[in-house]
């Protein structure tokens, strides 16, 4: 059993990660802030939330000791906290201040390391706070990273799809291309695996990506031999992309997140599903176990972070699945019309939908037009209400990679107005117009802008938009 506890809803965008300490809880947000919790009674600690940060925080994580927490942010920096009272202890600048994606400490806190929309991938000297080596992936923005638990080496994803090992040297030991569409999480057991046939040991590691996959790989990492990486098997069981992935501290279970608004735990040596959780009402963009109890915290772009409670008994044939898998929604009947009425708090439409005989089909199809015209919706904001609650359910049924070039490499997020900047490439108009407020340099390159204009990427605006709808048919 997962049983959810606790909801924490203090955040005001979509939360985008979240990390454990031994007694305490950190979640990050769009909104520039990173909160701590204590894990004893879930109230927020005195000193949070943290500010400094002057765009959206991706990524944070505590140091093996739980003294020092990271954050990371589009504003091209990662800070460093002291988990104790707050204090903000150092900033981090990335080469090129591009915008940083992720953050790890290794096993035993001699680097940090970040990645960035770039490509570059730095490691930070802990005792100096200096930059001690940094390099590049092949292609595409590192959005993901894992340590060995030796710290021997460590692994990052790109959103290209590819997979790279790494040296404590930042040398480049192996290179696999895991997921066609992109990568976008990856972790490391802290459980090793032997190999008695061989007196070989192996790291197990996840990742997962656009394609709506998880894959489990093995590691091995032999002086004699050099680094194999060898593919396991994949996790089937979300319809959509799939966010975050994340081991047990025992190693028994992954957890993952995704498009979808489902959790899925998993047990490790066979593959097979123990629970899917499905509260979240928008994407999972995060989960992770708790080190040293049996807790859970997963969170969303709904705002908000759950807290399940794990029953760590071993499962019997007869509740391995808490959920079964959802029926797509242009297959809904009626009943489960009404259902999703009432989940959306429009339960008062209920009685209406199904005298017209609204399905899952019928519900896709509804336009401004027929909820005036047919249904003899009145009231402009109601039916407003109800088209936003319906677009948001076609857009959750986009289980495609969107194109990256529709992203905005600010906020990575698909563009609603783009405009091209004076070097070259596109952006969200707000997106960009908030970051030329505070610098007057490229976002992508770092270097001086000729000029603020920004005009309209009309070609690009309408390619986006012929997209969109080639996704909701």
Known sequence: MATLIHTLADHSDDVNYCAFSSSCLATCSL???IRVYSLSN???LPYSPLKGHTYAVHCCCFSPSGRVLASCSTDGTTALWDARDGRRLAVLEQPRASPVRVCRFSPEATYLLSGAADGSVVLWNMQSLKLYRSGNVKCGSLVACAFSPNGNFFVTGSSSGDLTIWDDKMRCLYNEKAHDLGVTCCDISSHPVSDSENGFTYFQMASCGQDNQIKLWLILFADFLGVELKYKCTLNGHSAPVLACAFSCDGQMIVSGSVDKCVIIYETSTGNTLHTLSQHTRYVTTCAFAPHSPLLATGSM?????IWQLDLRQPCAGDTVENESKVAVEDWS???VSAWLCAQ???DFVGLFKMNNINGKELLNLTKESLANELKIESLGQRSKVLQKIEELRMTMI???VPDEFLCP???ELMNDPVIATDGYSYEREAMENWISNRRSSPMTNLPLHSLML???RTLKMAISRWLETQQK
Do not use: G, Q, Y
């Open 42 to 44: 879930f109230t927020e």
């Open 334 to 336: 009626e009943d489960e």
């Open 455 to 457: 005009t309209p990427n």
């Open 302 to 306: 709904d705002k908000t972070v759950h």
């Open 399 to 401: 289980s495609v990679s």
């Open 345 to 347: 708090d429009l339960a």
């Open 410 to 412: 600010i906020t990575r």
């Open 31 to 33: 909104d520039k802030t």
